[in-house]
């Protein structure tokens, strides 16, 4: 055992990664993107997983968040999808994957980001397991330090690194969930939409959650616990607070001063396949 919740997991290697986004954002037409006809219409389906990043090549976003994840360590992927999304299931039943293993997992109806985490309970089999948005591309240093952490963890990212080496705007950023973390390096509090007031009262370096977690057992039954929230969705954040102040869990929160690339939209498609130019896809 490492000091302060730390060991050496190897054995972890289990990521979730929640691919079933309905993509309103990226339906929208939001200024002037420069998009191919191939990302044109991916944008206009919605399904952000299954961006093409590089058209010649064929290669999806998805495929570069996953070969992330593999150089993280993780060698089984489960993918949370929708049961209309085909597509994504056969593009990955169509490769010849070597690094990973990719099984499916489905969620039945777009209920939030919780009901996307529960719809692996049993890909997890009561193993601890990463867990992360499918729209963002995550420095693998990040996930594979989940990997090291004795129980449940997030991967909080400093405020000026996502502007110093990412795709979000500042004005952008400010609407992200930051994170109070108490003295022992444990998170306490995901803050929503926070106001400026809330920023300016918190810790230097102020960190941004962006959904890049080590979950164990005890998250499920946090998600089956929670209500819907005031926008009807059932929010992981929310079941990340109940876990901590209903059922006594600890968080361990890593900060990294590390971009991560967001593709919301579709003004984010080229900034976002600028920055993986150059990145080989190697699952």
């Given at each position: ?62 495929d570069y968040l996953l070969t992330a994840v593999a150089d993280a360590g993780y060698r089984r992927i489960c993918l949370v999808v929708g049961p209309e999304q085909e597509a994504v299931r056969a593009h990955y039943r169509g490769l010849a994957a070597q690094r990973v293993s990719i099984e499916f997992a489905v969620q039945a109806e777009p209920r939030g980001t919780a009901d996307a985490v529960a719809a692996a309970e049993e890909f997890a089999a009561g193993e601890h397991f990463l867990a992360v948005n499918g729209d963002n591309y995550y420095p693998p ?143």
């Amino acid at each position: 055992m490492l000091s302060d919740g730390l060991m050496n997991t190897a054995k972890m290697d289990k990521a979730v990664v929640l691919a079933r986004g309905l993509g309103t954002r990226m339906r929208k037409h939001d200024g002037p993107a420069r998009l191919t006809a191939e990302q044109s219409a991916a944008a206009d389906a919605g399904v952000k997983p299954m961006m093409p990043i590089d058209p010649t090549a064929g290669r999806p976003f998805l495929d570069y968040l996953l070969t992330a994840v593999a150089d993280a360590g993780y060698r089984r992927i489960c993918l949370v999808v929708g049961p209309e999304q085909e597509a994504v299931r056969a593009h990955y039943r169509g490769l010849a994957a070597q690094r990973v293993s990719i099984e499916f997992a489905v969620q039945a109806e777009p209920r939030g980001t919780a009901d996307a985490v529960a719809a692996a309970e049993e890909f997890a089999a009561g193993e601890h397991f990463l867990a992360v948005n499918g729209d963002n591309y995550y420095p693998p240093e990040a996930m594979g330090a989940m990997r090291k952490l004795g129980g449940m963890g997030l991967a909080a990212f400093e405020r000026d690194g996502m502007l110093a080496g990412g795709n979000v705007s500042p004005d952008r950023l400010g609407k992200f969930a930051v994170v109070r973390i108490d003295s022992r390096g444990y998170l306490t509090e995901i803050i929503e939409k926070p106001a400026p007031d809330v920023i300016a009262g918190l810790a230097e370096p102020v960190c941004v959650s962006m959904n890049c977690w080590r979950f164990g057992p005890a998250i499920f039954t946090a998600c089956r616990a929670i209500p819907p929230s005031p926008r009807g969705e059932l929010e992981i954040t929310s079941a990340v607070q109940y876990a901590i102040d209903e059922l006594g869990e600890r968080f361990r929160a890593l900060t990294f001063a590390l971009p991560v690339l967001d593709l919301s939209s579709r003004s984010d498609v080229e900034p976002v396949a600028r920055r993986l130019a150059g990145v080989e896809v190697d699952l």
